[in-house]
């Protein structure tokens, strides 16, 4: 009885790290930038802070743009998420970004009357000359 007990034991052992093994092989593969910068638009289109910073790590390109035009630091300013536009201008987002409508995030955070928003762009070097970027697109 303590032969099979013990080999009941030694198979449990080895079964178990065979889940955890599995278990784990998602978390050890690494995501691709491209991969990464679709997750960071997606998270920062939810305010996930988590997500943003997790696909930062990957390697996500903080000035890319959604399939509608718009960088990540567009969508928050737009959707007045402060603490995900702080951190985004933190990490080195572009503040005068033009979007796929000519828009700068300035533009966004004011045209929706978010005065933090438009006050935490413009302390971080937003321009304020919003039709320099219709006269440069224009000329």
């Not at 696909?55 to 890319?64: E, K, M, Q, V, Y």
């Not at 438009?118 to 070097?125: R, T």
Request: charged share 20%; proline share 2%; aromatic share 8%.
């Amino acid at each position: 009885m303590s032969r099979f007990s013990n080999l009941a034991g030694n198979l449990s052992i080895f079964l178990l790290i065979g889940v955890l093994e599995i278990l784990t092989s998602g978390c050890k593969k690494q995501m691709t930038p491209e991969q990464a910068t679709v997750q960071l638009i997606q998270a920062a289109r939810f305010n996930n802070l988590a997500g943003v910073e997790h696909s930062l790590r990957a390697g996500a390109d903080i000035n890319a743009f959604d399939e509608n035009g718009w960088p990540s630091l567009s969508l928050a300013a737009y959707l007045n998420e402060l603490e995900l536009l702080e951190f985004l201008i933190k990490k080195g987002a572009n503040v005068n970004i033009v979007d796929g409508l000519f828009e700068t995030p300035l533009f966004k955070a004011v045209s929706q009357g978010h005065t933090k928003a438009a006050m935490l762009l413009i302390n971080s070097g937003a321009d304020l000359k919003v039709d320099k970027i219709w006269m440069d697109i224009t000329s």
